[in-house]
């Protein structure tokens, strides 16, 4: 059963892609329909229980102005001949699923219904948020959204379900609306020098790095070929936040150095590149922007001391890694051909580490000495990048994902990997007391 919502707004228009979403809209074509459901962003809203039981027909119309407010909710995405474009729509319908639900079991359908709408790609010129609705004795329990990537990044779905949230809280949603995607793209066009001094720094480092990470088949892999697991682990996240405080920095901070560390040792290279994702959420315009924002920042690290002492070391490397994760895909795109037909080899370290966790876990001294736990998520056969590390709230607690291809790492590598890097920051931690 569907409901149809419709929805409306002052502003439409056709652009190009952001940077960030083009970054990420290459990155679903490198992967293939089959697999480009991974790119896919879910999220559960539990609808309030203050105010009363709520018909579907009044989560729609909130849906309907959450979805008018910001560019990126009526942002189809286009092909051209010069490639992929926009157009935001002033106004059209959106359509939601409704899953009926018995009280009792609401919890568990949410969880089925999100996972279905997040199963499959989105297509070009699809609506780039599809919804669900479960339903129980005529009110709506439970909201699932699943955003297109190119549309919203982690950070962004989560500013809609707190928008949505609002308006079933209060009826309105507090202050004016934030910036918007349409004028982001005009303001990234006028940013050419920004872009270019980016990459400039991206080729530099470049000609100092291997040309990837990973560069030699060693097996014949598994099936799926790109395998995932998550490491969930107290000892870490404690240890992590140990090193944290002692240093002044982040525990993402910590365990990106802590990888490069490990990865440098497993590969034998003796500098690590590595491409940090990073949410380019640094001022007041972009803290509330619906769209992609993430991109590829390049991290490197030489031979080094220990944790603790890289850790301030390396701190600088890690800021400025960030700061030039701003840039034209396109452009950077052209320089790593030319830079690649320069040394007759690809030239990208295929090496990422992400870090999903919405904010520091404070909670972190009750279970560090709990065990650790290894397990296997369903992988793909298709991926963006030979080696991703990410970090995760995983069982109330820190989770360290590794995706790889497994004809580079294998999946006994990939375990013990993770091993190495828990037993690693957990004795960096305790030689510091």
């Not at 910036?179 to 530099?204: G, H, M, P, T, Y």
Request: some cysteine; hydrophobic content about 45%; charged content about 20%.
């Amino acid at each position: 059963m569907r409901l149809s919502v419709d929805f409306a707004s002052g502003r439409s228009g056709t652009a190009k892609l952001a940077w960030g979403q083009r970054d990420i809209w290459e990155a679903i074509q490198d992967v293939g329909p089959g697999s480009a459901h991974y790119f896919n962003v879910p999220r559960v809203l539990a609808v309030p229980r203050a105010g009363g039981p709520r018909e579907p027909e009044v989560v729609a119309a909130a849906l309907a102005e959450v979805i008018g407010r910001h560019d990126a909710l009526r942002s189809l995405v286009r092909l051209g001949p010069a490639g992929p474009y926009q157009e935001v729509t002033a106004n059209g319908t959106a359509s939601v699923e409704l899953a009926e639900a018995a009280r009792a079991d609401a919890d568990g359908v949410a969880a089925d219904l999100v996972a279905r709408l997040a199963g499959r790609s989105f297509d070009v010129g699809e609506q780039p948020m599809r919804a669900g609705f479960v339903v129980c004795d005529g009110a709506v329990t439970h909201v699932a959204l699943v955003f297109n990537h190119v549309a919203a990044d982690w950070r962004a779905a989560d500013i809609v379900v707190r928008d949505l949230r609002m308006l079933l809280l209060r009826g309105a949603i507090a202050g004016p609306p934030p910036a918007q995607l349409l004028d982001l793209v005009v303001e990234e066009q006028a940013a050419s020098a920004r872009s270019d001094r980016a990459i400039a720094q991206w080729e530099s480092l470049l000609r100092t790095v291997p040309s990837a990470m990973f560069p030699k088949e060693v097996g014949a892999g598994s099936t799926p070929r790109y395998a995932r697991a998550v490491l969930t682990s107290p000892r870490l996240n404690h240890a992590a936040h140990v090193l944290a405080r002692r240093a002044g920095v982040s525990t993402a901070t910590v365990l990106l150095v802590a990888v490069a560390m490990q990865l440098r040792e497993l590969t034998g290279h003796e500098v690590c590149a590595i491409t940090p994702i990073v949410h380019n959420r640094f001022d007041d315009k972009t803290q509330n922007l619906v769209t992609s924002l993430n991109q590829l920042g390049l991290f490197t690290l030489g031979p080094s001391g220990s944790l603790a002492e890289t850790l301030v070391s390396a701190y600088p490397a890690v800021l400025a890694s960030y700061r030039r994760a701003r840039f034209d895909k396109p452009a950077l795109d052209a320089m790593v051909a030319r830079l690649s037909a320069e040394r007759g080899v690809p030239m990208f370290p295929s090496c990422c580490f992400n870090d999903l966790r919405p904010g520091e876990d404070l909670g972190t001294a009750s279970r560090a000495e709990e065990e650790s736990e290894l397990e296997w998520l369903p992988g793909t056969d298709q991926r963006s990048c030979d080696f991703c590390v990410a970090l995760m709230r995983w069982k109330g607690t820190l989770g360290v994902e590794l995706n790889a291809d497994t004809t580079r790492l294998p999946e006994s590598e990939m375990a013990a990997l993770l091993h190495r890097l828990e037993s690693f920051v957990v004795g960096a931690a305790r030689s510091l007391s």
